[in-house]
């Protein structure tokens, strides 16, 4: 039996003993049938109790660890472990997979939760982040993820009540999560002081934001909303792992082996200890609870399952049992009876009964059991023990016979002899011990040649030899019972074994895999009745193999389920039954063994998905008798579509070398040519490697591919219209039902397909991110929704799409052979079939993924390659085109019948309404019956056959066929040799387009005089083409080589053509008969050219390195040019035929002279001027500039000139056709480029008089020929080919605010780092030195001072809360169009720090949106009537989120996450409102679109290299944008999930050039205006410039405005305001005429940053955060909002009497605002970044330091200087007045404070110092009595000095004693309770306690405002935080009654107030 095919039997999974308890929780249910529901190892159970019944769902290839049930309770959820792991959801009635979600979670997935209503699912990883996803199941689809926790999470749950609300439990954490768009936020539970912070392990949801949980401690944790609010102690006496909740209440399982029972408030209701049962025992712990009615289901961690009826809680059954924790190695089976037993690393030993699927006896040993073995009699069992022991048992009562213990090392395997005399004991110590059983065991012999553990022993039949295996690998044989060493072959041969379990030998070579000699299989046991062999391996399979085996690869059928390792197998004693046991899932699996009489192909059909068919992957080392294979499949299947480059990869590569190369000095590059080129017509149809790829669209034209162009071809007029949306190679094309559309794949890194409209050749979709290297296969779904494709990566991934959305619905692996074709079932959208080599398979779409059935061959034919396939019209069925020409006939996924239909593969088939017509390899195309009962008519494709009206020749009769299909009466054919042909039905055929075959096309020349060319290739032709409007092939001939080149003579008589060996040969240009021949050379002849004039001379290049030279009326060599040093590439003879011209592979440029071939050396200067009959050479000065700069020698393939000499046109490797203005000096001249060839252009002609371009393609076999477009029909046309790289280094023009703007960095800003640079221990870390006697007990004569100066006048009253009521602050100095009209003008919206701004006009009063975490970037308005008020803004951050928000109740209606790194600088709404584009601030600019309502990113792109500014719809539009930036302006089209741009195109305007670009405006029929940072604005259409406004502005033009209702423009930029001029202008719809508005700001330049238009009146915010409002009649401007300009703030002080604060800032002012009317009072320039303000007592005086050491007091009245004086270098941190208003103390960043005396007048000296100052100084504080100041310092210290000596006081006693006049310190014992645990990455920066002295508020660098109460003496103390500030809270001041709180911000520039409550 050499034979290697696969056993005809089978296995059936029937039972699995065991649960997986350990490590898993909450993973046991009852379905909606009463089942049980549960998992073990990779097998998803439904037992059914009652009828003792499981059905297994086998849809995981590894270990399950997570489970959850859909509110129906009939579909079930699983998650597994694994490197990709993945969920199914699958039906437990069916046990079929309804649903699978992967690519989401790495290692495992630990849970999963289905929400209320059974949409949505979510899962957590086991990765390290405990990655968090929500799923929409049904679809697959993703619909947010984030990061969980730092430490695992243990149980997840929706809240029932609330739809978006879900609560996670973990390590020493719960979550409460909520879903917003596709963004999950979560929020901490607060223990409080209710708690201790534990590990909570279960929780359960219930009404009104009540959550219960299960502690590790036993305690239940009662929590509402986010706070817990009780415990419920020692509801379990041990952690609580499960927790169930039902209509009834809830039921929780612990550690202690309870269930408790509590009703729906979680009231007590019962309790059941299933320790004191009589099934119970010490240390049973419950991992899973369920309850249903009056039914319990416990799951203990040890594996078994009880079933508890409430009635009668004191006898729970035990349904189900199976070994605990540790490995399962032994297993034997009873000689005699259907008994089982197994040993474990648990140290149980248990018989299980197969007949019964029952645990009949347990019993407990001392020591891990690894082996067992029954007698032959089956009286006694032995046991063999880890510790190297082994016991004997009688079976009938467990009791023990003997217990001997000789080895060391453990016992592996034992085994009696079968005529029961000996017992043989195999040890790792390597001996094998033999044992009498009749002398109470006695040890009588030992085997002991093995070097290695043994693994395996085996009895011969008489019971006289033994053999071994060990774990060297070695077989070995002894004599029994001496244990005599064996070697004579001969009598080995003669043994008969009794059993066999060794995995070594020749009858079990076929269980290894070819070439390998591992140890991966654990475990065989051989049935000698059935001939069958079933082992088991560390993959987890169970195999079936024939037996013997001898040939290695032998071919199986193999069985999932166990998760890791199979440790053991064997066949029950009737060979009934298979057992297995897994190692780690400790679990014991029962398989029926179904004999081969019984199968006959019929149970294969319901075999389940866990049962992978034998011809699987692993196994397919090709079948002993399948057929050759044909030679082309063969070819076709080593086809490698590998490119080194993609063309996705040139721009990377483009960058590189700009970087490397940007030391070059610049010169100027020479212009790009006037002209341009138009595709006409293309030559070449691809054949030789695709199919199916031909169609008649709805008008009747015909629409197939060839290079990367798709073309629709017209047959009346012989003419073609093409798309030219690929940049590489097609290779698959399929036509939408309707045959409107067509989808086109190509190759690529990441290949893209296009779905596009033959009428327009527009692109309608763009589908990528799926596929690598290639897409080989296509095809619609019947209703014309969906689209399958077939990728080229090694898996041949299977990609199923909406395509119109551009989503991906499914994925999965295909095959790893090639796949051929994938068709969509007519009759079920979610069905597919694919065929390929040696394969079909049959799809069904299951959620995110498919499961597979492969084609059951039974005894009707053979596992073949399929090359064709096609559904029929009866449902079920599908016939399939063989290699052999058979059609193989299929019903479900059963093969009826098989038809001989052609000689040779059957490549090609089309179904037809009755029929279906096939076409094959030999040439035929037949027409058969809808089943293939009769073959109605054939056509064979000859010569004769051919009509006159023909389009070209046939190359040879009978060619290859790859792709039929019929309509308009005709059947439409193309071969392999690239031809297409029309049949009619009658029998004519029409040849229509024809191209070379495979091979490289090199060769081509234009006649001198006719519209003719020649073409040469490596398929050995030669082809000569017909140009004129007929395009065809006028003659071919057959070369006995393959050519590279060919050229005609002067008179167009004779050709020349190059061979490839060296040879060449003259044919007449008329007949291509031969008229010489010569062979001088060895290698490939490269290019070859006759002399001008009578073409005297004929010049040959080859590879050698030589020129030959001939004369061509003697035809004889007369010279040779030698000279070279490498293969030459170009020749080109002068006009004289004297000189010659040659370039080298070397990059040489050589001459030499006719025709002795004497080497010349010719300066540059003279080359210019010699007049060269033909320019075709790539090297030398004129063409310097077609080098790119990513380029090696071999880049440019070719290059030809016009006669003129004024155009060069190039081909090179990327596949471009670019023209050139010649001379082409200079490094990279601007050049056109074409699109149409894919990899490599080999070679470029001029026609005859110039007018059409030729080119041919290497690999893409295509000759296109283009016609040249002048200049003067261009203007009309506007159509262009891409432009050159207008990656203009020119400069875009320069401006100081967008430089600084361009230049900003967002990671910086990106919060939580200190704004000073602090050293030091941090306060909350410092160790107390505890002083020796602790404070004296206070004597009742002297109380204790107070700490702080009361108002006594005041009542005292504690601040509660605080509400943000003001915020002064406009973010215009690097944002843009962020200003906006709302309720038709009644409101403004706008943002500063992280707050959204909605500002009533008439009231004044604000309104805010304070969700983000950061600075807020952008905003806009929704325009949509649909979705009023709906306002979208984004943020700085690391993972920022835009949130789209109700600007009237503020309610976020979507949040979305962003991969845009660093931040969201712009985002716009779409026409309909319903989409939203936005982008980034990362490295790539990328731009995403999203469906925000969904919170679904539809498509996103890189955008430019450098700043993008502005990205705007169209306002008529959701799929066209564009986008502005640095030196950058782009058209964008979204196509289905695919963003397509086209640059804007600026032409040959002289007083144009590519600007950066700031700001976009639109007008009607595709018009869109750009102001440029010159002043200019840019009017385009389309994609085109048209005009300029000259100078709109005299700066950039940074914002426009386009009024959608009456199409007028406002712009705004930066100017100085004239008499004419105005920063701000509003517009006709044309940009023609304008009139100006001046801003009355008073300002010198005005620069607008943000315009918009209400009914008549204008908003406009400026860059120094001004907004007014101009109306439109009377151009007056008012005033809303003033704030400070772009710098930090950090003076900040409140007047002591009345409602008025000042503000200094590093913008060098300081302004005095309002508290009630909230407005800015006046201002004062300072001319210095100034850095703190102080006022006197009495309100009259303030003082302010300044950064640069200065400090200036003014009178508060007039703002007039009052005195000002400089003492210190550095800046003044710190300006106080005393409270006598004597003193001045100055503290400054040179560690010092100065005091000054303020009673001597103006002149301010200086009177004291302090010294000892450790650090720079912080905060400063006077004692009421003024004699005392407290600083704080840098180094978190803070120190007491005397007034004004400056002395250090240290008594703390005294310390102790001081009362304060304010307190702003952060530091101090007092304050210790501000310092949060977090502070270690940031500071406190400011805090302020109240007037009353009952509060402190404090700033700091995470950006919040914090409220506590004072003193705050205990560390990390609770407090209220509030947000709206962006990073840093640099100061923060109350107001003198303490009704309110000013704060500042840093990077943030504004000030907010709020009000005290």
């Not at 070579?509 to 654990?522: A, E, F, L, R």
């Not at 009866?874 to 019903?891: H, M, N, P, Q, R």
């Not at 056709?1217 to 480029?1233: C, D, E, I, M, T």
């Not at 003033?1682 to 060098?1708: Q, V």
């Amino acid at each position: 039996m050499a034979d290697r095919t696969a056993p005809r039997c089978q296995l059936r999974l029937e039972w699995v003993y065991g649960y997986r308890g350990h490590q898993c929780r909450n993973n046991l249910y009852y379905t909606a049938g009463k089942e049980v529901v549960y998992f073990v190892a990779g097998v998803g159970v439904i037992y059914n109790t009652r009828e003792h019944t499981q059905k297994f769902f086998l849809g995981h290839n590894d270990d399950i660890i997570s489970l959850a049930v859909h509110p129906d309770k009939t579909l079930v959820a699983t998650g597994q472990v694994g490197k990709d792991p993945y969920v199914c959801i699958w039906d437990s009635y069916s046990v079929l997979t309804v649903s699978v979600l992967k690519d989401a979670h790495t290692h495992g997935v630990a849970c999963l939760a289905f929400d209320s209503d059974g949409q949505r699912l979510a899962s957590v990883g086991l990765d390290a982040k405990n990655t968090v996803c929500v799923w929409d199941w049904k679809k697959g689809k993703l619909l947010a993820t984030a990061t969980g926790h730092s430490d695992r999470i243990f149980d997840i749950s929706w809240d029932p009540y609330q739809p978006n609300r879900m609560v996670s439990c973990g390590v020493k954490h719960i979550k409460f999560w909520t879903l917003c768009g596709n963004a999950l936020t979560a929020k901490r539970g607060i223990f409080g002081k209710t708690g201790d912070l534990q590990t909570i392990l279960c929780l359960a949801c219930a009404k009104e934001d009540v959550t219960y949980s299960g502690a590790l401690n036993g305690d239940i944790y009662v929590w509402k909303g986010l706070n817990l609010v009780r415990t419920i102690q020692g509801a379990h006496s041990a952690g609580i792992f499960s927790m169930y909740a039902c209509e009834e209440g809830f039921a929780t399982g612990g550690r202690d082996g309870c269930i408790r029972l509590w009703d729906t408030d979680f009231k007590p209701i019962t309790k059941i200890d299933l320790r004191e049962t009589e099934q119970g025992y010490k240390g049973l712990s419950i991992r899973s609870v369920c309850w249903k009615g009056d039914r319990l289901l416990a799951g203990t961690q040890d594996s078994e399952i009880f079933e508890v009826i409430v009635r009668e809680r004191d006898k729970p059954m035990l349904i189900m049992q199976g070994h605990c924790e540790g490995e399962l190695w032994a297993l034997a089976v009873h000689p005699k009876k259907p008994l089982a037993v197994t040993g474990s690393d648990d140290r149980s030993v248990r018989l299980w009964s197969l007949a019964d699927h029952a645990l009949i006896a347990r019993c407990n040993m001392e020591e891990a059991v690894r082996s067992v073995s029954f007698s032959p009699d089956g009286s006694q069992l032995a046991l063999g023990m880890k510790d190297g022991s082994f016991i004997v048992l009688r079976v009938r009562d467990m009791t023990e016979v003997v217990h001997i213990k000789d080895r060391k090392e453990v016992i592996h395997e034992m085994k009696f002899s079968p005529d029961g005399s000996y017992l043989a004991v195999g040890s790792n110590d390597g001996p094998v011990d033999i044992y009498a059983i009749a002398q109470r065991y006695k040890k009588i012999g030992e085997c002991n040649k093995s070097s290695s553990f043994i693994t395996h022993i085996d009895w011969s039949v008489d019971s006289k030899f033994l053999q071994t295996n060990d774990g060297a690998g070695e077989r070995l044989f002894y004599k029994m019972p001496s244990g005599k060493h064996l070697t004579s072959k001969d009598e080995i041969k003669g043994i008969h074994w009794a059993s066999w379990t060794c995995v070594i030998g020749p009858e079990v070579n076929g269980i290894w895999p070819k070439y390998t000699n591992i140890t991966d299989v654990n475990s065989v046991d051989g049935n000698y009745s059935s001939s069958v062999l079933v082992t088991g391996d560390d993959f987890g399979f169970v195999k079936l193999f024939k037996f013997p085996c001898l040939k290695k690869g032998a071919k199986f059928r193999k069985y999932a389920g166990h998760s890791a390792h199979v440790t053991n197998v064997r066949w029950s004693h009737d060979f009934q039954w298979v057992l297995s046991t897994g190692g780690a899932d400790h679990s014991v699996f029962q398989w029926r063994f179904v004999p081969e009489s019984v199968t006959n192909g019929i149970l294969e059909t319901a075999s389940q998905e866990g049962c992978i068919d034998s011809y699987s992957e692993e196994s397919d080392s090709d079948l002993s008798d399948v057929p050759e294979l044909d030679s082309d499949i063969e070819q076709e299947a080593q086809i490698n579509y590998h490119r080194q480059v993609y063309k996705e990869d040139l721009p990377q590569l483009k960058q590189q070398s700009k970087e490397k190369n940007h030391s070059v000095p610049f010169l100027k590059r020479e212009r790009a040519p006037e002209d341009s080129l138009k595709l006409q017509f293309v030559h070449g149809y691809r054949g030789y490697d695709c199919r199916n790829n031909l169609f008649y669209t709805q008008t009747g034209e015909v629409v197939y591919h060839i290079a990367a162009v798709a073309i629709v071809y017209s047959r009346q007029q012989h003419t073609q219209r093409l798309y030219l949306g690929h940049d590489d190679d097609i290779l698959s094309l399929t036509i939408h039902p309707m045959k409107d559309y067509v989808a086109t794949g190509q190759i690529g890194r990441d290949a893209a397909i296009h779905v596009w409209d033959t009428q327009t050749l527009k692109c309608l979709s763009l589908l990528k991110g799926q596929h690598q290297r290639g897409v080989c296969a296509l095809d619609f779904s019947a209703d014309g929704k969906f689209l399958a494709s077939v990728g080229l990566d090694d898996n041949h991934t299977i990609v199923f799409w909406d395509w119109k959305k551009g989503e991906k619905i499914a994925t999965t692996r295909g095959h790893k052979d090639k796949i051929f074709v994938v068709k969509c079932n007519p009759h079920h959208v979610d069905k597919l079939v694919t065929v390929g080599m040696k394969h079909i398979k049959f799809w069904q779409q299951a959620g995110g993924g498919f499961t597979s059935k492969r084609g059951t061959f039974g005894n009707i034919g053979k596992l073949e390659t399929m090359m064709s396939v096609s559904y029929g019209r009866i449902e079920d069925l599908v016939f399939s085109g063989a290699a052999t020409g058979d059609i193989y006939i299929w019903k479900d996924i059963l093969l009826l019948k098989t038809v001989k239909a052609h000689d040779g593969p059957v490549f090609a088939m089309h179904s037809l309404d009755k029929g279906f017509v096939t076409g094959g390899k030999d040439g035929v195309v037949a027409l058969w019956d809808d089943m293939f009962e009769r073959c109605l008519k054939t056509y064979a494709i000859k010569r004769a056959a051919l009509s006159t009206s023909s389009k070209g020749l046939l190359l040879e009769d009978n060619p290859s066929i790859r792709a039929i299909t019929l309509g308009h009466g005709h059947i439409l054919v193309g071969t392999r040799n690239g031809e297409i042909l029309e049949i009619d039905k009658s029998g004519p055929m029409t040849l229509l387009v024809q191209g070379h075959m495979e091979g490289e096309v090199w060769g081509l020349a234009a006649h001198p005089l006719l519209p003719i060319c020649a073409t040469v290739s490596d398929d050995k032709t030669l082809r000569i083409w017909e140009l004129s409007s007929q395009h065809r092939m006028l003659a071919v001939r057959k070369l006995k080589k393959g050519g590279r080149c060919c050229a005609f003579s002067p008179d167009g008589k004779a050709l020349a053509v190059g061979l490839n060996d060296g040879s060449f040969l003259v044919v007449n240009a008329d007949t291509v008969e031969d008229m010489v021949s010569f062979h001088h050379r060895k290698e490939m002849i490269s290019d070859i050219k006759f002399s001008r004039d009578a073409g005297k001379y004929l010049a040959v290049a080859s590879h050698d390195n030589f020129v030959d030279i001939y004369n061509v009326l003697t035809s004889k060599r007369v010279g040779i040019c030698k000279g070279a040093s490498s293969y030459i590439t170009h020749i080109d003879w002068d006009s004289r035929g004297k000189l010659l011209q040659v370039n080298s592979g070397a990059k040489e440029q050589l001459f030499f002279e006719a025709p002795r071939g004497k080497r010349h050396i010719i300066r540059a200067t003279e080359i210019e001027k010699i007049e060269w009959d033909t320019w075709t050479c790539v090297l030398g000065p004129t063409c310097e500039g077609i080098w790119p700069m990513h380029s090696d020698v071999t880049v440019v393939n070719a290059a030809t000139l016009t006669k003129d000499g004024s155009l060069l046109a190039t081909g090179d490797d990327f596949g471009f056709v670019k023209l050139f203005s010649y001379p082409v000096k200079g490094q990279r001249a601007k050049f056109k480029k074409y699109v149409g060839h894919s990899a490599h252009v080999t070679n470029v002609r001029w026609l005859h008089n110039d007018s059409v371009l030729l080119t041919v393609g290497g690999a893409d076999t295509a000759l296109m020929i283009w016609t040249r477009e002048f200049v003067s029909i261009q203007e009309s046309k506007l159509v262009d080919s891409e432009e050159s790289d207008t990656d203009v280094e020119e400069d875009g023009g320069y401006d100081s605010d967008v430089a600084r703007e361009k230049a900003i960095d967002y990671t910086t800003k990106i919060y939580a780092v200190s704004i000073r640079e602090m050293e030091g221990t941090k306060p909350h870390q410092q160790l107390k030195e505890v002083s020796v006697e602790e404070r004296p007990p206070v004597s009742r004569a002297a109380p204790q001072p107070e700490k702080l100066q009361k108002n006594d006048n005041k009542k005292k009253k504690l601040v509660e809360e605080l509400a943000l009521e003001h915020v002064f602050g406009y973010r215009g100095f690097d944002c843009r169009n962020n200003l906006h009209y709302l309720n038709d003008g009644a409101d403004i919206i706008f943002h500063t720090a992280a707050a959204g701004i909605v500002q009533n006009l008439s009231t004044g009063s604000q309104s805010f949106y304070l969700e983000h975490t950061d600075d807020i970037l952008c905003l806009t308005v929704n325009q949509h009537p649909k979705y009023k008020n709906v306002v979208a803004t984004s943020q700085i951050g690391t993972t920022p989120s835009i949130h789209v928000w109700d600007a009237m109740n503020k309610q976020t209606l979507s949040m979305l996450r962003c991969f845009h790194a660093k931040g969201v600088n712009y985002i716009n709404f779409s026409a309909t409102g319903k989409l939203l584009v936005s982008v980034g601030v990362d490295p790539e600019h990328s731009i995403t679109v999203w469906r925000w309502q969904e919170g679904a990113k539809v498509a996103s792109k890189g955008g430019h290299l450098e700043r993008i500014f502005v990205v705007e719809f169209r306002p008529d539009s959701d799929t066209q944008f564009v986008s502005v930036g640095v030196k950058h302006m782009k058209f964008w089209t979204l196509a289905g999930s695919a963003l397509l741009y086209k640059k804007g195109v600026i032409g040959s305007r002289e007083d144009a050039k590519m600007q950066t670009m700031l700001s976009v405006a639109f007008g009607a029929n595709n018009l869109t205006f750009t102001g440029a940072i010159n002043g200019d604005v840019y009017v385009w259409k389309d994609h085109f410039l048209v005009r300029l406004v000259a100078k709109a502005h005299t700066g950039p033009v940074f914002t426009m405005y386009t009024t959608l209702r009456d199409g007028l423009i406002v712009t705004g930029g930066k100017e100085r305001p004239t008499k004419e001029g105005g920063a701000v202008k509003l517009w006709d719809q044309e940009m023609k005429r304008c009139r100006a508005f001046q801003l009355e700001t008073g300002q010198l330049i005005e620069c607008v940053r943000s315009v918009c238009r209400g009914k008549g009146k204008i908003l406009v915010g400026t860059k120094d955060g001004e907004i007014l409002e101009v109306g439109e009649k009377n151009a007056a401007s008012n005033l809303l909002i003033d704030s400070h300009m772009e710098g930090e703030i950090w003076g900040l002080a409140a007047h002591p009497t009345k409602d008025i604060f000042i503000t200094a800032s590093n913008d060098g002012t300081a302004r005095i605002w309002d508290l009630c009317d909230k407005k800015m009072l006046n201002k004062v320039n300072l001319g210095h970044a100034a850095r703190c303000a102080a006022y006197s007592p009495d309100g009259e005086m303030v003082a302010i330091g300044m950064k640069n050491g200065e400090f200036v007091i003014l009178l508060v009245n007039s703002l007039k200087v009052w005195g000002k004086k400089r003492d210190r270098k550095s800046a003044i941190q710190d300006i106080r007045i005393s409270p006598d208003n004597r003193f001045l103390a100055v503290g400054s960043q040179e560690h010092t404070v100065d005091f000054y005396d303020l009673t001597q007048g103006t002149t301010l000296n200086r009177i004291g110092y302090c010294t000892d100052i450790p650090s720079f100084v912080i905060q400063m504080d006077f004692s009421a009595d003024s004699r005392f100041i407290q600083v704080s310092t840098g180094a978190y210290k803070r120190q007491v000095h005397e007034v004004p000596l400056g002395k250090q006081v240290v008594d703390a006693t005294l310390i102790e004693k001081i009362t304060w006049a304010s307190w702003t310190s952060i530091l101090g014992d007092e304050v210790i309770g501000i310092w949060p645990r977090n502070a270690d990455k940031a500071d406190v920066n400011c805090a302020c306690v109240t007037h009353a002295g009952l509060n402190i508020v404090t700033g700091d660098d995470f950006g919040l405002v914090k409220l506590f109460d004072f003193p705050c003496t205990e560390k990390f103390a609770k407090h209220k935080r509030y947000f709206g500030h962006s990073a840093h809270v640099t100061n923060i001041r109350f107001s003198h009654d303490d009704k309110y709180v000013i704060s500042t911000g840093g990077d943030d520039c504004s000030v907010f107030v709020w009000r005290c409550l």
